[in-house]
């Protein structure tokens, strides 16, 4: 399940011990209910005080230090970077999915799964940790590999306009956006057209930074809204 920061300043979890709480990033958000990134952080670490084992992914600067300095549990390490306790290194890109060189515990395996980009196999990582945590064998989770299948909203490849390739993607902050266009650019294309859009008047201190994280990427962007009025 997702817990979000708001959840826990709210105390809808409060109570609820977890077996696993997977760190992924730290990036500007919510901070219409927060006020600050400060604030923001220590609400998010406060899932892992609440659980039994964690994994963390060694490549966000933002609280990985933070997360593993407070933590007493089990911890299983990720990253795209640098060594960890899984670790990958992206081999190449394909329209079907993602190459890259996974390692574990010492041992090597090549993987094609059907997801894109850097951020995508980062997301991986975390879930193939949350599995090993789970006693689940590496050679069941390379086996259901191939069978992934991503969420709708979530680099979304759309097929009912065959004139045309679609990619829906839910990214909705500055460091997303700018992931998700330079995995849409390493796609075979000859133009590409953005739209940005958004919930009415929410969070409106994110925008100067979403136009600046998209400027000039894109031949044509579109900005626009999905509900004009108040956010409530």
């Known amino acids: 399940m997702e817990v979000t920061s708001i959840a826990i300043e709210?105390?809808?979890?409060?109570?609820?011990l977890f077996d696993i709480a997977v760190h992924t990033n730290l990036t500007p958000d919510?901070?219409?209910?927060?006020?600050?990134?400060?604030?923001?952080?220590?609400?998010?670490?406060?899932?892992?005080?609440?659980a039994k084992k964690a994994v963390v992914n060694l490549d966000d600067e933002g609280m990985s230090k933070d997360i593993?300095?407070?933590?007493?549990?089990?911890?299983?390490?990720?990253?795209?970077?640098?060594k960890a306790d899984v670790f990958a290194k992206v081999i190449k890109v394909e329209k079907t999915g993602t190459v890259f060189q996974l390692h574990v515990s010492g041992d090597n395996y090549l993987v094609k799964a059907p997801i894109h980009e850097d951020y995508n196999t980062a997301n991986f990582l975390a879930a193939f940790s949350a599995c090993l945590h789970m006693k689940i064998s590496i050679q069941d989770l390379?086996?259901?590999?191939?069978?992934?299948?991503?969420?709708?909203g979530?680099?979304?490849?759309?097929?009912?306009?065959?004139?045309?390739?679609?990619?829906?993607?839910y990214a909705h902050t500055p460091e997303a956006l700018e992931s998700l266009v330079k995995a849409i650019k390493n796609l075979p294309h000859k133009r590409l057209?953005?739209?940005?859009?958004?919930?009415?008047?929410?969070?409106?201190?994110?925008?100067?930074?979403?136009?600046?994280?998209?400027?000039?990427?894109?031949?044509e962007i579109v900005v626009t809204v999905d509900y004009p009025g108040p956010y409530k």
């Open 10 to 16: 709210q105390k809808r979890v409060e109570g609820i």
């Open 30 to 50: 919510h901070l219409d209910f927060h006020n600050s990134l400060e604030e923001y952080k220590k609400a998010k670490l406060k899932l892992f005080t609440r």
């Open 68 to 82: 593993l300095s407070l933590f007493k549990g089990q911890v299983i390490t990720y990253s795209m970077k640098q």
């Open 142 to 152: 390379l086996k259901a590999a191939n069978f992934i299948t991503g969420p709708e």
């Open 154 to 169: 979530r680099f979304q490849l759309l097929t009912n306009h065959p004139s045309h390739q679609i990619i829906l993607d």
């Open 193 to 219: 057209i953005l739209m940005v859009t958004g919930v009415g008047l929410r969070d409106p201190k994110q925008r100067p930074f979403i136009g600046k994280a998209v400027d000039g990427k894109a031949d």
